[in-house]
């Protein structure tokens, strides 16, 4: 996968690809619209630093999921995973 190997393009259709997906997903689990937006991108902010342990052996999807049920959960900023605050999970018990 480019992406991996740091193409930024690569990455980026990735986030055409998968996006509105994440979204719906997030308003789905009862986050308000703009909080939503907020999810969807701090989810692929963690994707792009992260993105090298995406090994392959499962569909971008569903790594991605763990990457949104995190950004769900911190407030926003704290991508390292520090604190919980977010009032609405996306993807509750998994």
């Known amino acids: 996968m480019r992406a991996r190997e740091g193409d930024r393009a690569a990455f980026e259709e990735l986030v055409r690809r998968h996006a509105d997906r994440v979204y719906a997903v997030v308003l789905r689990f ?7 937006e907020e999810i969807v991108q ?3 902010v963690r ?4 993105i090298g ?6 569909q971008f999807f ?3 999921r763990d990457q949104r049920d995190q950004a ?4 926003p900023g704290h991508s390292a995973g520090a604190g919980r605050g977010r009032r609405h999970a996306a993807g509750g018990g998994r």
């Open 72 to 75: 769900a959960h911190d407030p």
């Open 47 to 50: 994707a792009w630093r992260a």
């Open 42 to 44: 701090e989810t692929f």
């Open 62 to 64: 569903t790594w991605l």
């Open 30 to 36: 009862g986050a308000p619209a703009g909080e939503a």
């Open 53 to 58: 342990s995406f090994k392959g052996e499962s």
